[in-house]
């Protein structure tokens, strides 16, 4: 079968692109042609809060990646449309994860049903923005209308799908593991990649900084007199994506220069097993969550996680099992990071490593073939 990807891929940075390109490589070794369709321009840089959306480490071997997109130019939207109209794939995956892009990829996905040929199949991130804007809910609604089928990674978001698409197949299915970083490194030898001290108890929270992950509430939980009686240190790595004052202003109030430790940059593929591998456990603090990027990268390096009840982080997380899920607040928060010290890492163990069989590429592929045979070409 002839599968095209449309979504970030390198030189776009980010989970997202590592994704499509890990999911490409998984067609190919399968047996199917597959390319990706990625942005020339992806977000005007006044939309974009991080630094840079470009990677500098080199592009991925073995993969077609064409960077065609021009998100906010509608003349570009019916070139690239016709085109793949022209070259009629039989199988589009894309991937939805905000309505900005709702406008442009709707409008190609259009053109590409006009040859009856192509199945397209949506692999929805997320539905319902975690951040709303006006004019959301329309933008949503004509990209979906575009779409044969959708696959989604948590049960949220499919109950939100079902708000706007009704009775198109749809299948859930677990977010397959990030294996492409590189093999679990010693917790010592990581620490020491690092620059960080070699002994003691260090929570990760890890991945970019907005409001609704909540590192505010886990700033406030380091602040807890249990939390410092115990020595607990707190390592920060991933950029800021909204104004930082806000958060650094909660470790000066609360005197915590001394047990957080902050790599707020962007964390390069290169160096994401050092940090997911140099802490005791993963916090997840969210206000609100669909799934997270972060749980099958836990699940990969196997690192129990502590996570709020949001969402379908419980769901992926099983209580006392792959981590403790508590209340999205500092105090519950707290005191899930002191159970999880008196618990101990290997007692989580032997439960991620049972967990975590459910999350292969293999299921993901063969969901998305499945599906697109239920759209009634």
């Given at each position: 079968m002839r599968v095209l990807i449309i979504g970030p891929a390198h030189p776009l940075r980010g989970g997202l692109a590592t994704f499509n390109q890990r999911l490409a490589t998984q067609f190919l070794a399968e047996g199917h042609e597959c390319a990706l369709l990625s942005f020339s321009l992806q977000y005007p840089s006044f939309l974009f809060p991080g630094k840079t959306q470009f990677s500098d480490e080199p592009a991925p071997r073995g993969l077609v990646i064409r960077s065609l997109i021009n998100s906010?130019?509608?003349?570009?939207?019916?070139?690239?449309?016709?085109?793949?109209?022209?070259?009629?794939?039989?199988?589009?995956?894309?991937?939805?994860?905000?309505?900005?892009?709702?406008?442009?990829?709707?409008?190609?996905?259009?053109?590409?049903r006009q040859n009856r040929h192509t199945r397209i199949v949506c692999i929805a991130d997320n539905v319902i923005t975690h951040e709303a804007r006006p004019g959301d809910k329309a933008l949503t609604s004509y990209f979906l209308a575009s779409c044969h089928a959708f696959i989604t990674m948590s049960d949220k978001v499919l109950q939100d799908l079902r708000l706007f698409e009704k009775t198109k197949p749809a299948q859930l299915v677990q977010h397959p593991l990030y294996d492409t970083f590189g093999d679990r490194q010693p917790k010592a030898a990581a620490r020491?990649?690092?620059?960080?001290?070699?002994?003691?108890?260090?929570v990760l929270f890890f991945g970019f900084i907005r409001h609704y992950k909540g590192l505010d509430m886990l700033l406030e939980a380091m602040a807890d007199a249990r939390i410092r009686a115990a020595g607990i240190k707190l390592l920060v790595a991933g950029e800021f994506y909204e104004d930082e004052k806000p958060y650094l202003e909660i470790v000066d109030r609360n005197g915590l220069s001394g047990s957080?430790?902050?790599?707020?940059?962007?964390?390069?593929?290169?160096?994401?097993?050092?940090?997911?591998?140099?802490?005791?456990?993963?916090a997840q603090p969210y206000r609100n969550a669909t799934q997270s990027g972060v749980t099958p990268l836990a699940y990969h390096f196997e690192?129990?996680?502590?996570?709020?009840?949001?969402?379908?982080?419980?769901?992926?997380?099983?209580?006392?099992?792959?981590?403790?899920?508590?209340?999205?607040?500092?105090?519950?928060?707290?005191?899930?990071?002191l159970e999880f010290y008196q618990l101990g890492e290997d007692f989580f163990i032997p439960?991620?490593?049972?967990?975590?069989?459910?999350?292969?590429w293999a299921n993901l592929t063969g969901a998305i073939l499945q599906i697109s045979k239920q759209t009634g070409l």
């Open positions: 906010v130019n509608p003349l570009n939207w019916l070139r690239v449309g016709r085109l793949l109209r022209r070259e009629k794939w039989d199988l589009v995956v894309v991937r939805f994860w905000i309505p900005f892009i709702g406008a442009s990829l709707g409008t190609i996905l259009r053109q590409v020491a990649h690092l620059g960080l001290p070699p002994e003691g108890p260090l957080v430790i902050l790599h707020t940059r962007f964390i390069p593929d290169s160096e994401v097993r050092y940090y997911l591998c140099a802490g005791d456990c993963i690192r129990p996680m502590i996570v709020t009840k949001v969402g379908g982080l419980p769901d992926l997380v099983p209580d006392r099992r792959a981590g403790l899920v508590c209340e999205p607040d500092p105090a519950s928060i707290a005191t899930a990071i439960h991620l490593r049972t967990e975590k069989e459910k999350y292969s």
